[in-house]
């Protein structure tokens, strides 16, 4: 059974004071990590998929590593804005388009 | 662009009571999903469509059905609701592509209390 735990389950950060979202994940046979933004009262929102170990993408502040058992959604300098609850999914190669999700960490920048 | 669009985005049904939740994409996409989401638990998947013509179980299918109506339009039906099934419901709907993983497209939920 495909496993994805994320932590913390909240974060609070300065404006400005950088720091990482961890996913740990245990499937048979990775086709994709996927993370996924989710704002109050909102749909998640796409924001990367990683396919193999020791890709990175970027996205403005938000930088996503994948390595064989966790991804980490690095946040550089945040702003109030980048508010949200973060989402982890994985995707096992046998389980054609259906995601696994993780619980989220819900991060708070205060100005 | 609309997107994915759920409907209705809040309902209150008493217990015993049924409803169907609707959901329709304009994106041409292949395969739809329905997940719900409880605090503490994630995002679950209650029931999928690979393609039209397709439904499968997801994770958590007790109490639910649901119908492909056509390539745009997945709808979740309650036939009798229980306060266990308060939550939010999330409809998506995602590309079919086999040999490279693609991003779900969510709805905005349906907040559903069953009192």
């Known amino acids: 059974e495909d496993q994805v735990t994320q932590s913390p389950e909240a974060l609070r950060l300065q404006e400005g004071e950088s720091s990482s979202l961890n996913c740990s994940y245990t499937?048979?046979?990775?086709?994709?990590l996927f993370w996924y933004r989710q704002d109050p009262g909102k749909g998640p929102e796409f924001l990367f998929t990683?396919?193999?170990a020791g890709e990175e993408k970027e996205k403005e502040r938000l930088k996503a590593t994948l390595t064989k058992k966790e991804s980490f959604l690095h946040i550089t300098a945040p702003k109030p804005e980048d508010s949200a609850t973060y989402l982890c999914a994985v995707q096992r190669e046998t389980s054609g388009s259906r995601l696994t999700f993780g619980e989220g960490t819900q991060l708070t920048v205060n100005p | 662009n609309a997107g994915v669009t759920q409907t209705p985005k809040f309902q209150v049904l008493k217990t015993g009571q049924s409803m169907t939740l609707q959901c329709a994409q304009d994106m041409n996409h292949n395969s739809m999903y329905w997940y719900r989401q409880d605090p503490g638990m994630g995002l679950r998947l209650i029931y999928y469509?690979?393609?039209?013509?397709?439904?499968d179980k997801g994770e958590v299918p007790n109490g639910y059905n649901v119908s492909r109506l056509n390539k745009r339009e997945f709808s979740l039906r309650l036939e009798s609701a229980a306060p266990s099934q308060t939550s939010v419901y999330f409809c998506?709907?995602?590309?079919?592509?086999?040999?490279?993983?693609?991003?779900?497209?969510f709805g905005s939920g349906t907040r559903l209390t069953v009192v």
């Open positions: 499937v048979s046979g990775l086709r994709g």
């Open positions: 469509s690979a393609s039209e013509g397709t439904t």
């Open positions: 998506a709907s995602s590309a079919l592509r086999t040999e490279i993983p693609y991003g779900y497209t």
């Open positions: 990683l396919y193999s």
